[in-house]
Every structure is written in C-alpha cells, then in structure tokens.
Nanobody
Framework: QVQLAESGGGLVQAGGSLRLSCAAS????????MGWFRQCPGKEREFVAA??????YSADFVQGRFTISRDNAKNTVYLQMNSLKPEDTAVYYC??????????????????WGQGTQVTVSS
C-alpha cells in the first residue's frame, strides 16, 4: 500500500505560481512512476505530468509552464506551476504507478491516488 497526500493548492491570480507537493508513505519505491492529474470543473480527469526514473512526461497544454520533479530522500513529488491561467483551475491529484508499466499519461496505469488539492486561478 502507498499513501499519497497532496498539499500546496490554493487561490492565485492569473500569471502567478504555485508549487504542489505529494508526500508518499507506506511501500514507497523510487522506481515507481509518479503522476499528476487534474479534474477541471465539469470535465473528466486529465493527465498533467509524470516522472519515471530520469524521464518526465507532460501534457501538451502544459507548454513548458509546469515542471514535475521528485525528491526520493523525502519521498515527495512536486509540481511547479508557473504562468497559471484561469483554465488551470481544477482539483489536482497525485498518483503512483507501482507496476512500472506505461503509458504514464493514462490514469488506469496508476494504482494509488491522493485525495486531491484545489487550485483556483482568478482572472
């Protein structure tokens, strides 16, 4: 079992920045792929970014604004979000892929999920 806890969400003005954190506990392993997904109001959950080993993956809409990283010593994954837009408003979820199989942009590949953290971007 892996437990995930997100933090760092909040209210920010358009153009601002936030850094989300995801603290993992339980059966953690640095080889696991970790991902960030989001669910915008009235929409389905969508892929944001993932990290596996030395590689990172991101959705097209990120356009270089978001950066995913991890600190294995702290069992924590981060999502640095810059140049935020109102359309980035969503609940952001952290997820762990323990089976080491891709594709990493698909939610069905992730076995453990956090409760989510709300990000609201005002115009």
């Amino acid at each position: 079992q892996v437990q995930l806890a997100e933090s760092g969400g909040g209210l920010v003005q358009a153009g601002g920045s936030l850094r989300l954190s995801c603290a993992a506990s339980g059966r953690t392993d640095s080889s696991y792929a970790m991902g960030w997904f989001r669910q915008c109001p009235g929409k389905e959950r969508e892929f944001v970014a993932a990290i596996k080993g030395g590689g990172t993956y991101s959705a097209d809409f990120v356009q270089g604004r978001f950066t995913i990283s991890r600190d294995n010593a702290k069992n924590t994954v981060y999502l640095q979000m810059n140049s935020l837009k109102p359309e980035d408003t969503a609940v952001y979820y952290c997820a762990a892929n323990t089976v080491l199989l891709g594709p990493y942009d698909k939610s069905y590949r992730y076995q453990y999920w956090g409760q989510g953290t709300q990000v609201t971007v005002s115009s």
